[in-house]
């Protein structure tokens, strides 16, 4: 009976030692199976990704997913890709260090610079849409409107946007440059409610937004209700524009489409929501394209073998 | 009757009914809660949910799938695999924690001099009171690397670590400190005449600590197990960080992603909507009858184990 006890122990005991010792020096094996990490259906970062690669039926549904997936958040995916060396997942760019691999998406690098100058291809565009000039319930609304999204376009706005995880366009001037123009700012707005709707994917950041701009503008109050992207033009200028659920400025995650084409003018980008796909350090592959990661995710390429033979 | 006595007499009434009050009013929170949780959960199994129709209730229990179809457009949930996925990790946690809790109470009660003996309750009151998202931290850095390699080790390739043996090992952690407290109460307070008779008939220590003092306390010993699962069973957190949120299922395998009722109210939960949303409710509500029914059916069993039966 000791005995047994005692050549138990030291076999876990081997057997532990070995585990925590780890087994990198075997290097990459290409025949193992590919395992998918992905976010799970409610999120913001699935729906760019899954669009990004042309999986759009799989933003909302895991049943086309590749069998024995794994459903972990942001920060999940990117410790897992520390460990996991036939792991696949994908993060916002704003994530991305250099404890994994970051793929070149179309042989173009995952930096910011790339998402600026439009090369990198894995990326939704955030827009904003404004009411038809004119078509403010109050002048001071219009003119708020207007100077909040003036704005966007500063380097004030940059940075919070880049605070949030997204990438900012570029800007030069700040809001002390051009605050001048925008005279309502300097006037007391506490008793003017601006209403912001649409995307919910851009929510927190039109919520920092907001609540970074109202002191500078007067204090006016922000509402803010975001239903989705359909909703940013249809509640501005579309068919509920002079509904209960109207608003002063909407926003997208996508670009707008032919029917939601506004008053020239009233629409705009205000930053790009860029996606990269990481893998583990020591995994072989660099760069990707949208059919292979649309391959990868729908089950097609099994192992690694499937795609890097390719 | 003098006014002293009668002053008396209304502060006692007066007391007597801010505790009624105090008592009414946290009962009543109780209510409130199941009241709520209970109308939310059964709104999909009730209403058309926008269009969609309403939820099988036997689907639902019975499902091997967490959603079939696109999110938002599909009403076919089930949760039956989480279920048994749930019940299956809560009980290999206890099977792994309940004889190391016991065994260091037993210590710590009965063997350890008297000095570390403080010392080591100390320590494991502490982990009692660690917070579970620190053990979910603990168990996505150090837990998920380890379980991977081990996993390797086997030639399995496991999905970096997120697993049933994972989300077990973080459970056992996370319940041995109340399961070694309670158990080291129940041993302690083992009559020293039992102990001491079982001594002078001439057994040893360690026959007197294995066949009389734990099996004197193994009502207390019960309870603690009791205490262990529900911990278990509630858990979200920590294990929604290792379990790797299996869509469907069951799952077995020790090296196998796995989903439980808990981890699956909390994935997407800050994020959804809608039907996505109030399902969640409908999850709860399965998890408090586990919980329950569990609960009911231990004590059953505690009743019948009985308390000092020395054989």
Redesign the interface.
């Known amino acids: 009976m000791k005995k047994v006890l005692l050549m138990l122990l030291a076999i876990t005991s081997v057997?532990?030692l070995?585990?925590?010792?780890?087994?990198s020096e075997e290097g990459f094996d290409a025949t193992?199976?590919i395992?998918v990490?992905t976010r799970?259906?409610?999120?913001?970062t699935r729906a760019g990704f899954m669009g990004g690669i042309g999986f759009d039926?799989a933003a909302?549904?895991?049943?086309l997913?590749a069998d024995?997936?794994?459903?972990?958040d942001n920060t999940?995916i990117l410790?897992?890709?520390t460990?996991?060396e036939?792991?696949i997942g994908y993060i916002s760019l704003a994530s991305l260090n250099n404890t994994v691999k970051g793929l070149n998406f179309d042989g173009v690098e995952p930096t910011v610079q790339n998402v600026v100058n439009n090369t990198y291809g894995l990326k939704r565009p955030f827009n904003y849409v404004l009411r038809a000039p004119g078509d403010y319930d109050s002048p001071e609304a219009e003119a708020i409107s207007n100077a909040f999204v003036a704005f966007l376009q500063t380097t004030d706005g940059a940075d919070i946007i880049m605070d949030q995880g997204a990438v900012a366009l570029e800007s030069t001037d700040t809001w002390d440059d051009i605050k001048a123009d925008y005279e309502i700012c300097a006037e007391d707005n506490s008793g003017i409610v601006i209403r912001f709707g649409g995307s919910?994917s851009i929510q927190k950041i039109a919520e920092a937004l907001s609540a970074a701009f109202s002191p500078k503008c007067g204090d006016f109050v922000a509402e803010h209700d975001h239903t989705g992207s359909s909703d940013g033009f249809k509640r501005t200028q579309g068919s509920e524009k002079d509904g209960d659920n109207a608003k002063h400025i909407g926003f997208a995650s996508r670009p707008f489409k032919d029917s939601e084409a506004g008053v020239d003018g009233t629409q705009g980008q205000l930053a790009w929501d860029a996606i990269v796909a990481i893998v583990h350090l020591d995994n072989e592959l660099d760069s990707v394209s949208a059919e292979d990661l649309k391959k990868i995710y729908s089950g097609e390429y099994a192992t690694w073998e499937d795609l890097l033979s390719e | 009757m003098n006014t002293n006595t009668k002053r008396k007499k209304r502060v006692d009434q007066l007391v007597r009914g801010l505790f009624m009050a105090a008592t009414l009013l946290s009962a009543s929170f109780i209510i409130v809660i199941v009241i709520f949780i209970i109308i939310k959960g059964i709104t999909p199994f009730i209403t058309d949910n926008d269009g969609l129709g309403a939820v099988n209730i036997w689907k639902f229990i019975t499902g091997t799938v967490w959603l079939k179809g696109t999110a938002f457009q599909s009403n076919l949930y089930g949760v039956g695999y989480i279920i048994l996925n749930t019940l299956y990790v809560a009980f290999l946690a206890l099977l792994l924690s309940l004889p190391i809790g016991v065994l260091t109470a037993l210590f710590i009660a009965k063997i350890a001099p008297k000095k570390l003996a403080e010392f080591l309750r100390t320590i494991v009151e502490l982990l009692a009171s660690i917070p579970s998202i620190v053990y979910g931290l603990f168990g996505s850095g150090v837990i998920l690397t380890f379980v991977y390699n081990l996993a390797d080790l086997f030639g399995v390739q496991s999905k970096g670590g997120n697993s049933v043996l994972a989300t077990v090992l973080v459970l056992a952690l996370m319940t041995l400190p109340t399961i070694t407290a309670v158990s080291e109460v129940a041993i302690r307070s083992v009559r020293k005449d039992i102990e001491e008779g079982s001594l002078a008939l001439g057994a040893t220590r360690t026959q007197t600590n294995f066949k009389v003092v734990l099996a004197s306390a193994k009502s207390g010993i019960f309870a603690a197990a009791i205490l262990g699962i529900g911990r278990s069973l509630g858990e979200a957190t920590a294990v929604s960080l290792v379990a790797g949120n299996a869509q469907s299922g069951p799952n077995f395998g020790i090296f196998d992603i796995t989903s439980t009722l808990t981890s699956t109210m909390l994935k997407g939960l800050k994020e959804t909507t809608g039907i996505d949303y109030d399902i969640r409710f409908s999850v709860g509500i399965i998890l408090m009858v586990v919980i329950l029914l569990t609960n009911f059916i231990l004590n059953a069993v505690k009743k019948r184990v009985g308390n000092v039966n020395v054989k």
């Open positions: 057997g532990l070995a585990a925590c010792g780890g087994n193992k199976s395992t990490y799970d259906t409610s999120s913001g039926d909302e549904n895991d049943n997913l024995g997936f794994v459903t972990s999940g410790t897992a890709m460990t996991d036939y792991g919910d």
